[in-house]
């Protein structure tokens, strides 16, 4: 997968990555393009999970041809993607803006060029052309972007050659993952049931499904349950079968995995 070089569509501007790919972001006035460039995404999520997030959230536009995101820090909290055409972009961006993806709301605008993959499918005859002239304009504002300075400062005060003390990070507050993305496991925990629900009613609902282990309610709070599989591969088919099922005929009942 082709990478994006990534400048910020505010200022300050994030600088390009270098060895990477893509398509450096906007300025006013926005002109619609192929990319959208994301930020204030949650960076305590690994890359890989972000990145396959992004995609499955943005796949329903159309073909994601690139997502870029890096865990460095002049890139973290940032990212781009990469439609086939300005309109499906368009679409997306008017339409997630602002969806709180693992609970922050996203800041989506056009990137200011076309990324590696945009270029690579529909003009592959200037690809190395293009890659040419980020990598000049990367040269260009190596020390003049104002987060590369700041970032280089910073450096310089840790190895005490600027002649002052650097200070440690805010600690920043903990931020906990909507259930929808937690990670598979073998438990599923049930959501919105039926306050009538017995333990026997569960047990024939999910003992369809092979490796079933336990079911359990929760006395105080009689809507929700755990059951247990004995892996989190027959947890999974069992959660993807039987989620939004109305137990009562009316209700749908929530299944995600549980928190570990």
């Not at 990070?169 to 931020?175: E, G, L, M, Y």
């Not at 026997?200 to 599989?229: C, G, H, W």
């Not at 137990?247 to 570990?260: P, Q, Y």
Request: charged share 25%; proline share 8%; with cysteine.
């Amino acid at each position: 997968m082709a990478d994006a070089q990534t400048t910020s569509v505010t200022t300050p501007v994030p600088p390009a990555v270098s060895g990477q790919s893509g398509a450096s972001a906007p300025a006013e006035p926005e002109v619609a393009c192929e990319t959208l460039y994301i930020q204030n995404l949650n960076e305590k999520v690994r890359i890989d999970v972000l990145k396959a997030s992004l995609r499955g959230l943005f796949k329903s536009y159309g073909e994601v041809l690139d997502v870029v995101a890096h865990g460095n820090l002049r890139m973290r909290g940032q990212a781009f993607v990469s439609f086939a055409s300005p309109e499906t972009a368009a679409k997306a961006l008017k339409e997630v803006r602002g969806f709180p993806l693992y609970s922050k709301p996203m800041q989506i605008s056009f990137a200011r060029t076309r990324s590696d993959a945009v270029i690579s499918r529909l003009d592959p005859q200037n690809l190395e052309a293009h890659k040419s002239r980020r990598g000049e304009h990367k040269n260009l504002t190596r020390y003049t972007n104002p987060l590369k300075q700041k970032l280089r400062t910073k450096r310089l005060a840790a190895a005490g050659l600027a002649g002052v003390t650097a200070m440690p990070p805010p600690k920043r507050p903990a931020v906990q993952m909507p259930d929808e993305y937690l990670p598979p496991n073998k438990i599923l925990f049930l959501q919105n049931l039926p306050e009538s629900v017995t333990k026997d009613q569960l047990m024939a609902l999910f003992s369809q499904y092979p490796n079933l282990y336990e079911v359990r309610l929760i006395p105080t709070k009689k809507d929700i349950a755990f059951v247990e599989y004995a892996d989190e591969g027959s947890a999974g088919v069992a959660k993807d079968a039987l989620h939004n099922y109305k137990l009562d005929g009316e209700n749908k009942i929530k299944i995600t995995f549980a928190r570990k």
